[in-house]
């Protein structure tokens, strides 16, 4: 899973990303409302972390223009403003989720893992895939490989949601508008080819992670048709 936190904070935010990084997740981080939006809009976070005190903004501001271009990311406010109608004003704004400053990390943690299972909702992986030489553990994001499937490699969400759809379509090509869709709820539009980019960003870290070599398979383009598993 991939994070982003927006916060103005500097010692905070360093010490969270730490937070992050011990319990396995990618996280990446904004110091102000703009830079934080701008990150957004590439699409490659599957929860976001927002202050609502920043240097140029309220945070509500930032949600409330990303939910208006249709971004439907799941965001948690961890925030100072710890009155109810902040909350209130908050949620209603299109927030998932409100943790008031001073939190334990424990909770912060399990509302994070909370709001992913949310927005992988709509996928319903199976429990077990066999691809080639591994074996794939969607619920869990793992490729496993080598002798007796000793060694593994852990797919963020989006990554595994790529490896999901590819596994149920093995013999038909899966189009980068199909996955852009699917995985980030997003239709055709005038800015599809930014759109389609994430998908070819996303297919990039997926295919690092994947050695062709012990895993048995890779993911090639068939052109004009889109993405497929190729064995090895």
Known sequence: MRLLLVEANVNLSVALLLLFKKNKYEADAAYDGKTGEE?????????????????????????????EKGVNTPVMFLTAKNTTANKVEGLDAGADDYLAKP?????????????????????????????????FLPRRGELFFGKNYSSSVTLTLKETGILEMLSQNRDIPVTK???????????????????????EVFMSYL??????????????TKRNMGYKIDYT
């Open 103 to 135: 939190f334990a990390t424990e909770e912060l943690m399990a509302r994070i893992r909370a709001l992913g299972r949310r927005s992988t909702a709509a996928i319903a992986p199976t429990e077990e895939i066999t691809i080639g030489k591994s074996k």
């Open 207 to 220: 295919r690092k992670k994947i050695k062709s070599d012990v895993c048995g398979f890779s993911i090639v």
């Open 39 to 67: 990150m957004i809009k590439l699409g490659l976070y599957d929860v976001i972390i927002l202050e609502r005190t920043l240097p140029d903004c309220d945070g509500i501001s930032v949600l409330k223009n990303i939910r």
């Open 177 to 199: 508008e199909e996955l852009l869709q699917k995985l980030w709820g997003k239709e055709q539009s005038e800015d599809i080819n930014v759109n389609v980019n994430i998908v």
